[in-house]
């Protein structure tokens, strides 16, 4: 390995920085912290929210202090022939249907990725049926919404990583809100 001459020397040393120790220094703080995080999370911690995409009770999000750093979770609650928000996020989300039956509109994205990102979906959704104890899968980027069965009082959980958002890929889009949400 090549010695690092005098002139490259001089201009490493232009600035001082203490990136290194900084995160040292951070790391240990975060993991003092990090003990004193929820390991059980009680239904009664858990917020609801009238949110764009319709009623959910948040079970991990990062803001709820909880030990969990990288996936957010929520129960999302659909009355019967009613829609969810139709929206689309750059991390996968899987859904456990826990109550009720209904069906899910995606909408399939084709990018291609030269000197920029292109994006492109689908004119026509793909429509998936789904019933209790079911689980659906929904591809990164892909627009989608959920609906409630004319007769069901539909519940399920929804998964997405947050590893995607906090490699800069914070990308979610509220295509339409679910009928009722005023924000």
């Known amino acids: 390995m090549k010695a690092i001459d005098n002139v490259q020397r001089a201009r490493m040393m232009g600035e001082e920085v203490n990136f290194y120790a900084e995160a040292v220094k951070a790391s240990e703080e975060f993991r003092g912290e990090y003990a004193t995080r929820l ?34 979770a929520y129960m999302q609650f659909l009355e019967p022939g009613k829609a969810s928000g139709k929206h689309r996020h750059l991390s996968e989300e899987l859904v456990f249907i826990l109550e009720g039956e209904g069906y899910d509109l995606h909408w399939d994205v084709k990018f291609e990725c030269l000197e920029e990102f292109h994006w492109e979906w689908d004119e026509e959704p793909k429509k998936f049926k789904w019933k209790a ?13 959920h609906f409630a069965g004319p007769d069901s009082q539909c519940r399920f959980i929804c998964i997405t990583s947050r590893i995607v958002k906090a490699m800069g890929f914070d990308w979610f889009d509220q295509l339409e809100v679910a009928e009722g949400y005023e924000g």
């Not at 009680?42 to 969990?68: Q, V, W, Y």
């Not at 104890?133 to 919404?145: E, K, L, N, R, S």
């Open 133 to 145: 104890g079911d689980f659906v899968y929904i591809p990164p980027y892909c627009a989608h919404q």
């Open 39 to 72: 390991k059980v999370v009680k239904s009664e911690n858990m917020p609801f929210e009238n949110s764009p995409d319709g009623l959910i009770k948040h079970i991990i999000n990062e803001r709820m202090d909880t030990a969990e750093n990288c996936v957010d």
